[in-house]
């Protein structure tokens, strides 16, 4: 059932009750299996909540962004049950995916000072300054679970690895952490934005010189427009003036895309420019909290509200009434084709109702 009609006024309180209902279907999100592969000896889950992984790094940094703001107790338990699990040490298998949670972690500590996290923030760091391995310009190359994506760069690494590698170095005043951000930034920027539109493909080879299928993926573009307003809010001052004046022109023109393939109800495709490709909801949600974020910071026009606005009012009707949100696509590798987008199954995904979080959220913060 539909909760659009009773959220048609986007008021603090019935934010609130949808915020809860979209907390309860985010935890009680489970995999019976269909989701989950064999890495390393290991069984790895993309889906269910209780998992280490980038789909639970994203929701524990929207449930973050909305307890910090709202100063919810609920949400606060339930990031700490979910880490409290992997604390007694730290995480082994490290890669780009796996780095995710780091990022809250990160803020759970800025706002503790508990220093026993002092060692997973210090070793994942470290890691990824040292082990992680680099393409040609020193990029991040995108390692996940079980798999070497040699020489390649991928869009979703700025969200997943990046933020938390900048988010450390400010709380550890790290210079040689916050450059390596910066640079990440820089280089993601220059293999991966087309000049053209201002939208991100989802990656690039150095081995074959080429963007793989050349499409402009609805999730990947989302984890940029997320990603920018972040990295700018973490770093402060601490970011150079020309980097964060280039990173704005590079959000802006990635929003002019967005607004020139938005389709007539307001909402996007997972494949930006095919209409024939399916709506796809968590990249919805994602621009329009990357947008509005923008907006409050003043780095982007608020004429731009309109777009974001018509997009947040369609995407109320796939959130259910039991908290989950409808045509969500699953975890999506790289495609050589087009078609390969079109095709991903579209199933319940953390990052579903933690996207629709961080979007409630910002406009709670409206109110």
């Not at 909540?49 to 973050?64: D, E, F, H, I, T």
């Not at 869009?155 to 988010?167: I, Q």
């Not at 293999?191 to 989802?202: R, S, V």
């Amino acid at each position: 059932m539909s909760l659009k009609e009773n959220f048609a006024e986007s008021n603090s309180q019935t934010l609130e009750l949808l915020i809860k209902k979209l907390m309860k279907g985010l935890t009680g999100i489970v995999d019976d299996g269909t989701y989950s592969f064999e890495a390393n000896g290991e069984v790895v889950d993309d889906k269910s909540w209780n998992a280490w992984n980038w789909p639970q790094g994203v929701a524990l940094y929207g449930l973050y962004k909305y307890g910090k703001k709202q100063g919810d107790a609920e949400a606060a338990r339930i990031i700490s049950d979910w880490y409290q699990p992997y604390l007694q040490s730290v995480f082994a298998d490290k890669n780009i995916n796996s780095m995710a949670p780091i990022l809250t972690l990160a803020c759970l500590y800025e706002d503790s000072g508990n220093p026993e996290l002092i060692p997973h923030l210090e070793d994942w760091a470290k890691w990824s300054m040292e082990t992680l391995s680099k393409t040609a310009f020193a990029g991040f190359q995108h390692d996940t679970f079980g798999v070497t994506n040699h020489q390649q760069l991928w869009d979703d690494t700025l969200m997943m690895s990046v933020l938390a590698l900048a988010k450390i170095g400010v709380l550890f005043a790290n210079s040689e952490y916050l450059a390596e951000a910066e640079r990440q930034f820089l280089v993601h920027c220059q293999f991966l934005m087309d000049k053209q539109t201002g939208l991100w493909y989802h990656g690039w080879t150095f081995a074959g010189k080429h963007n793989f299928s050349n499409v402009f993926w609805a999730r990947g573009n989302c984890w940029i427009t997320i990603a920018i307003p972040e990295f700018i809010s973490i770093m402060g001052e601490k970011l150079s003036l020309s980097v964060k004046n280039y990173l704005i022109d590079v959000l802006n023109a990635q929003i002019d895309g967005l607004v020139k393939y938005q389709n007539p109800e307001g909402l996007w495709h997972t494949v930006l420019d095919d209409p024939t490709s399916y709506v796809e909801t968590s990249a919805g949600f994602g621009f329009v909290y990357g947008i509005e974020k923008g907006v409050s910071m003043g780095i982007v026009s608020d004429d731009r509200l309109v777009h974001s606005t018509r997009a947040f009012e369609q995407l109320l009707s796939f959130i259910t009434s039991e908290g989950q949100v409808k045509n969500v696509s699953a975890g999506t590798p790289m495609g050589e084709t087009k078609q390969f987008y079109k095709d991903i199954p579209i199933t319940d995904m953390p990052y579903g109702p933690s996207l629709a979080i961080l979007a409630l959220g910002e406009k709670l913060s409206e109110e």
